[in-house]
């Protein structure tokens, strides 16, 4: 057994609005620079519909992830070593900008330098990609809220693997609206398809990054990942992916796209796993079986056998006490209701989703019944065999049942709580009836419907003693920041060492604090700077200063 | 010794080779960041699919027959038995075919990287001056071949230019040997040079980095804090 740490997230699916919050606060944070225009590290996308990349989800196609040989042993779905080395030059496997969208800006200088004219003067998209007029025909939200889903939503190729009278069902019945971020796999696709080495897994927590210096821009690890979270910079010729705001976790504060979710959806803790264990469970012959396997992987963080193997491996004690109260390991373990998305891609993700429940209420409600009754809602969950089947695809390779337990799960907290909030005395049947307790749906409760601060974030410290060893250590020339006297090196902009994030932070904030005009769009130093903003009262800049006889 | 033959075939080469090798060095040291292949492919693949490996695939047929021509002396190859005319004859069909690939290949890619709008604003002038020295160092290549060995005579530059490539390299200078040479090989040596001085400078870098470790090392990478406790004074980047 060798025991690793894995930071972990889940989101619960239920009380997602699809604000797109957390989309904003993480490129404004991490991809507000050119070349990552089109880069969402987190994006929300309205299911059914086709996702961002489109239809990224079809493997058939883009061919992400891992499969099983004949001799039932995992190897690389696009490829493996050779194939990759010869398909190189021209990777045949790899979206294309405009399977994202081309981004673009307005012409807005147009509307303050346009000739006195009769008509008003419009400003006309163009395009960051050519720099030429562009028509906007696709964006990474097209279909949001099931736009134009009568024409797009057929494509999604979750739904096509479901029969179409569930397809035609379905569209009418609910959409809900899943975030991604990287899933931080245990079994990294992505890595295992990187030339250089240049990506990893950082040992300590789990985090897949890239090393900048070491990309050398083969663009395999974008065709290896299945869930199409690590992208191309056209500029600067490198791989960026998702880096679980290591900067803000190393220090004990959740993510960007974490903190800033107004539903507060989003739980962070470390699970810890059996590294010796991932290939094998990745390897399971049924699909249906990898969620299992999956939770096969992880490990008790109260067994002393695990605790004392974990010492071994150089577990700080800390963290040990952070993955006992960790509410990853709750949500998937106790309560049961938290499920890995697309196990069947064999990547084995880290981030995972509580199913969302309120379309059932919500169609259960609408058809005059009551929505909330235990009896109802655990007979509808039965019968609505349409979302059922669309969330099996999702989370568990097409298998209904853990979806409907967790499902029913979540059904049996509304009823049993709705008693208790009605004054009704406590029916300790319902809870029994989805495999619970009272105590432990009063506990689940808390973590779901309360969801307090501390017990949504459980991150450990990166220890003091190792913090000159973690990235942000990087001892590059402070001068070295975007604009500053040290960058731009003579190969334009994408040469010399790049900025310690640290560091390019420190002169945002200088910037923007002896600044005395407001943000200028154009200057990307004047940006609010969220990275590190700990949830605490407004960052400087967000809203213009109050001016004197407002006041 | 005519002065300018020295200036040429012994002068320009230690002073190409010497930037090349330093020039790398220091790239390496100063620019890791910047040491990528700069792929394109992400604006265009159409014509890039077909373009980019036959360019790639060509010039490393071209690059393996300049190993075989330059590196390994002419006893050799006749010690194993193989006569003046056969090597030539292998020589001239598959140096042709895998030049007329390449320039093939290089001819779509910088008509691809002109007409489509995306590649060319991602174009530098860096890269048009390595693009205008890489083909005609092709092309002087390819017209050499075909001058003497597929319209002329027939020219045996493996007792001259190879000999004089080698007394480079075992630091015993022969400028002579290249000074008697036809014209076309002069000229493709010299453009050669030329190109040896610039590469440290240009995107042909990734080539230095080909990934053939990908083909022995494990899928998954991990750096640990004991991996990541060496020193280094540029720093890892993280994203």
Known sequence: MRVMAQLAMVMNLDKCIGCHTCSVTCKQAWTNRSGTEYVWFNNVETRPGQGYPRTYQDQDKWKGGWELNRRGRLRLRAGGRLRKLLTIFANPLMPSIQ??????????????????????????????????????????????????APELAPADPVLRK????????????????????????????????CPSGAMYKRAEDGIVLVDQERCRGWR????????????????TGKAEKCTFCYPRVEVGIPTVCSETCVGRLRYIGLVLYDADRVAEAAAV?????????????????????????????????????AARRSPIHKLIFEYGVALPLHPEYRTMPMVWYIPPLSPVVDVLTGTGNDGEDAGNLFGAIDALRIPVGYLAELFTAGDPEPVRAALRRLAAMRSYMRRLNL????????????????????????????????????????????????????????????????????????????????????????????????????????????????????????????????? | MNPLDLLLWVVAPYVALTIFVLGHVWRYRYDKFGWTTRSS????????????????????????????????????????????????????VLGTIAGVCTLTGLAILIYRRRTVGPVFSATTRNDKLMYAVLTLVIVLGLAATVAANVIGGGYDYRTTVSPWFRSIFLLRPEPSLMAGAPPLFQLHALSALVLFAIWPFTRLVHMLTAPIGYLTRPYIVYRSRDAAARPTSSGRGGF
Request: glycine share 10%; charged share 25%; proline share 7%.
């Open chain 1, 285 to 321: 012959p049924d699909e249906r079986e990898l969620y299992e396997a999956q939770r096969g992987v992880l490990l008790d963080p109260h067994d002393p056998g695990v605790i004392a193997a974990a010492r071994a491996e150089g577990v700080p004690d800390d963290w040990l006490d």
């Open chain 1, 162 to 193: 479901v029969s179409d009278q569930v397809r035609l069902e379905f569209e009418r019945a609910f959409m809900f609206y899943l975030p991604r971020i990287c899933e931080h796999c245990l079994n990294p696709s992505c890595v295992a398809s």
């Open chain 1, 423 to 551: 004054g009704q005395s406590p029916d300790e049947s319902i809870a029994t009836a989805a495999g619970l307790t009272g105590e432990r749906i009063e506990a689940m409760h808390r973590l779901l419907a309360l969801a307090p601060y501390g017990e949504r974030y459980v991150i450990p410290k990166a220890h003091a003693e190792q913090g000159a060893l973690l990235e942000e250590a990087a001892t590059g020339c402070s001068l070295d920041y975007e604009g500053g006297p040290g960058m731009g090196g003579p190969f334009g902009e994408a040469s010399g060492t790049p900025a310690p994030v640290a560091v390019e932070n420190f002169h945002a904030l200088k910037d923007r604090q002896e600044t005395g005009s407001l943000v200028d769009p154009a200057d990307r130093e004047g940006r609010v700077n969220l990275l590190n903003w700990d949830g605490k009262g407004l960052p400087d800049g967000l809203f213009p200063r109050k001016r004197k006889e407002d006041s």
């Open chain 1, 220 to 235: 395999m690890c974008v065709t290896g990942c299945p869930y199409k979270k690590v992208y191309f910079n056209h500029r």
């Open chain 2, 41 to 92: 492919q992400l604006y265009e693949s159409r014509l890039l699919r077909i373009g980019s490996p036959l360019f790639h695939f060509g010039i490393l047929v071209v690059i393996l027959g300049h190993v075989g021509g330059l590196v390994i002396p002419k006893a050799w190859t006749e010690a194993v038995g193989v006569s003046e005319d056969a090597y030539h004859g292998m020589a001239v």
């Open chain 1, 99 to 148: 399977d994202y969208y081309e981004p673009w800006t307005y012409d807005y200088d147009r509307l303050f330098s346009a000739p006195q004219t009769e008509d008003t003067p419009v400003a006309r998209p163009r395009s960051l990609i050519s720099g030429q007029d562009t028509k906007i025909t696709w964006s990474a939200n097209w279909d949001d809220n099931l736009a134009g």
